[in-house]
C-alpha cells in the first residue's frame, strides 16, 4: 500500500470513527407518567405509543442506536414522581420523557437541574411531550428541558387564528381544570383576544377540580344560560369524557374547541351519544395522515387495537436520532448541546427546536369531527367518525417571543 493511499484510508477512518462512536448502543429512556389511576388510559396509550416509535426507529436512525423505553408509574403525583425520578436515575437512565400534567413537568425539571448541579459527570435530559404551561419555556425554563409539543400561547395562537374567521361566534366561555394548564389556558387565551381579537367576548369562565367530578351537568347549564355561541376547554381524559357526556344530556347545540378529543376513550364518547354540536381539534395530528405517519398509525392500531395520537413520541426519536449523530455520542451532555437551535425532520415536514428557550417551533392542525368519507377513511376508536383537518396553521404564525434567560451550565 502507498504512503497516499494509507494516509487517505486514515483519514477517512478518522473522520467516520466519531460518527459512529455510538453505532449499536442502546440508549435507555424512562417514562415518567401516569400508569394508574384516573389518567391511566391516556399514560398507558402513550407509553404504548414511545415503545412502538422507539422500537421501529431502533437502529433505523441517523445515529444507528437502539431505544428502549422502560415505564414508571408516577400515579399522576408529583411526589411519586420524584420517587419515579430518583429510582430511574439509579439504575442509570439519563433520558427521561414525560408530558401528562404540568405540575409534574415543573418538579421533575427542577429535581433534574438540582441532580445535574450536583453530579454534572452524569446529567440527565427531560423531553417533555404533553405539558404545556408556558412558564416551562418561559420564566421557569431549564437547559435541560426540552419541549417536543406546542406550548398554550401556540395553541391558543392556532385556535384565535381560526376563529377570526368565524365571525358568527362572539361569545365564547371558557370551562377548564384547575392546574397550572388550566389556568394557563384561560390566562393566554383572554390575553390574545385583547389583542388580536378584541370583539369576540368572554362571557363566562370556569375552573373546576381537576379528575374529581363526574357529573359537568351544573357547569353545563351554566355554559347555556350565558348565551355563550362556543365553548372552549383544555380538559382531557376523563374530565374531557364526562363533560362530553353531559353536553349531550343537555342535548347541547353549541361548537366545542378543544385540544385533546381524540386520546382514549373520548372519540367513543363523542359518537356514543351522536353529539349535535360541532366539535373542533386543534393539535399536531389529526386520524388520517399521509406517507410514513400513516403506515405507522396503522401498524400501531394493528398490533394495540388503540388508535395512533401522541405524534410527540415520533417527534422525540427522530429528533433524539438526528442528535445523536451530530453529537457523535449518546451524552446527554453533548446531546443537549447540539438539540438547542437543532433542525430535524418530522411529520414529513422540518421541526426547529429554539435554541433561546427549547421550545419546539412546530405548526398545528384545527380539524373537525364528521363521519369517515371516501377522503378520510379512518375512523377514531373504531367509531365511524374521525377528525378531518380543516385548517393548517404553520410554526412561523404560531411563533411566540421568547421569555426564557436559558441558564447554561
Same mark, same amino acid.
Given at each position: 500500500m502507498s504512503l497516499r493511499c494509507w494516509m487517505l484510508c486514515w483519514l477517512l477512518a478518522w473522520l467516520a470513527g466519531p460518527a459512529l462512536a455510538q453505532q449499536g448502543q442502546t440508549v435507555r429512556i424512562a417514562f415518567i407518567d401516569p400508569l394508574s389511576g384516573p389518567m391511566a388510559d391516556v399514560g398507558r396509550n402513550s407509553l404504548l405509543s414511545w415503545q412502538f416509535v422507539a422500537e421501529r426507529h431502533s437502529g433505523n436512525n441517523p445515529a444507528g442506536v437502539r431505544f428502549v423505553?422502560?415505564?414508571?408509574?408516577?400515579?399522576?403525583?408529583?411526589h411519586e414522581s420524584l420517587n419515579a425520578l430518583k429510582a430511574a436515575i439509579d439504575q442509570?437512565?439519563?433520558?427521561?420523557?414525560?408530558?401528562?400534567?404540568?405540575?409534574? /413537568?415543573?418538579?421533575? !425539571?427542577?429535581? @433534574?437541574?438540582?441532580?445535574?448541579?450536583r453530579r454534572p459527570e452524569?446529567? +440527565?435530559? %427531560? $423531553? *417533555?411531550?404533553?405539558?404545556t404551561d408556558p412558564a416551562l419555556t418561559g420564566e421557569r425554563c431549564s437547559y435541560w428541558h426540552f419541549r417536543i409539543e406546542a406550548d398554550? /400561547?401556540?395553541?391558543? !395562537?392556532?385556535? @384565535?387564528?381560526?376563529?377570526?374567521?368565524?365571525?358568527?361566534?362572539?361569545? +365564547?366561555? %371558557? $370551562? *377548564?381544570?384547575?392546574?397550572?394548564?388550566?389556568?394557563?389556558?384561560?390566562?393566554?387565551?383572554?390575553?390574545?383576544?385583547?389583542?388580536?381579537?378584541?370583539a369576540l367576548q368572554v362571557v363566562g369562565e370556569e375552573l373546576h377540580p381537576a379528575f374529581q367530578l363526574?357529573?359537568?351537568?351544573?357547569? +353545563?347549564?351554566?355554559?347555556?344560560?350565558?348565551?355563550?355561541?362556543?365553548?372552549?376547554?383544555?380538559?382531557?381524559?376523563?374530565?374531557?369524557?364526562?363533560?362530553?357526556?353531559?353536553?349531550?344530556?343537555?342535548?347541547?347545540?353549541?361548537?366545542?374547541?378543544t385540544y385533546y378529543a381524540a386520546l382514549p376513550g373520548a372519540p367513543k364518547a363523542l359518537a356514543q351519544g351522536r353529539l349535535p354540536m360541532p366539535?373542533?381539534?386543534?393539535?399536531?395530528?389529526?386520524?388520517?395522515?399521509?406517507?410514513?405517519?400513516?403506515?405507522?398509525?396503522?401498524?400501531?392500531?394493528?398490533?394495540?387495537?388503540?388508535?395512533?395520537?401522541?405524534?410527540?413520541t415520533h417527534t422525540g426519536i427522530q429528533m433524539l436520532g438526528a442528535a445523536m449523530a451530530r453529537a457523535r455520542?449518546?451524552?446527554?451532555?453533548?446531546?443537549?448541546?447540539?438539540?438547542?437551535?437543532?433542525?430535524?425532520?418530522?411529520?414529513?415536514?422540518?421541526?426547529?427546536?429554539?435554541?433561546?428557550?427549547?421550545?419546539?417551533?412546530?405548526?398545528?392542525?384545527?380539524?373537525?369531527?364528521q363521519p369517515v368519507d371516501a377522503r378520510h377513511p379512518v375512523g377514531a376508536e373504531g367509531t365511524g367518525h374521525t377528525f378531518v383537518p380543516v385548517r393548517f396553521i404553520s410554526a412561523?404564525?404560531?411563533?411566540?417571543?421568547?421569555?426564557?434567560?436559558?441558564?447554561?451550565?
Open positions: 423505553v422502560a415505564p414508571f408509574d408516577n400515579k399522576g403525583s408529583p442509570g437512565f439519563r433520558y427521561v420523557v414525560q408530558g401528562n400534567g404540568s405540575g409534574v /413537568t415543573h418538579v421533575l !425539571a427542577d429535581a @433534574i437541574a438540582r441532580h445535574n448541579a452524569a446529567p +440527565v435530559l %427531560l $423531553l *417533555n411531550y404533553a405539558a398554550t /400561547t401556540m395553541k391558543v !395562537a392556532a385556535l @384565535i387564528d381560526f376563529l377570526a374567521g368565524q365571525p358568527e361566534i362572539q361569545k +365564547v366561555y %371558557l $370551562l *377548564n381544570q384547575d392546574y397550572a394548564h388550566g389556568q394557563q389556558l384561560v390566562r393566554y387565551f383572554k390575553e390574545a383576544l385583547a389583542e388580536r381579537l378584541p363526574r357529573d359537568f351537568g351544573p357547569q +353545563v347549564q351554566r355554559v347555556l344560560a350565558s348565551g355563550a355561541q362556543a365553548l372552549v376547554t383544555g380538559n382531557w381524559g376523563e374530565d374531557f369524557v364526562h363533560l362530553v357526556q353531559a353536553l349531550q344530556a343537555a342535548k347541547a347545540q353549541l361548537p366545542l374547541f366539535v373542533y381539534q386543534v393539535a399536531l395530528h389529526h386520524n388520517n395522515p399521509e406517507g410514513e405517519m400513516g403506515r405507522l398509525a396503522t401498524d400501531f392500531r394493528r398490533r394495540h387495537k388503540q388508535d395512533f395520537v401522541v405524534y410527540a455520542s449518546t451524552d446527554t451532555r453533548r446531546v443537549a448541546d447540539v438539540l438547542g437551535g437543532m433542525d430535524f425532520p418530522m411529520l414529513g415536514g422540518r421541526a426547529t427546536m429554539r435554541a433561546d428557550d427549547h421550545q419546539l417551533q412546530l405548526g398545528q392542525y384545527i380539524s373537525r369531527w412561523p404564525v404560531l411563533a411566540q417571543p421568547v421569555r426564557c434567560n436559558l441558564p447554561r451550565p
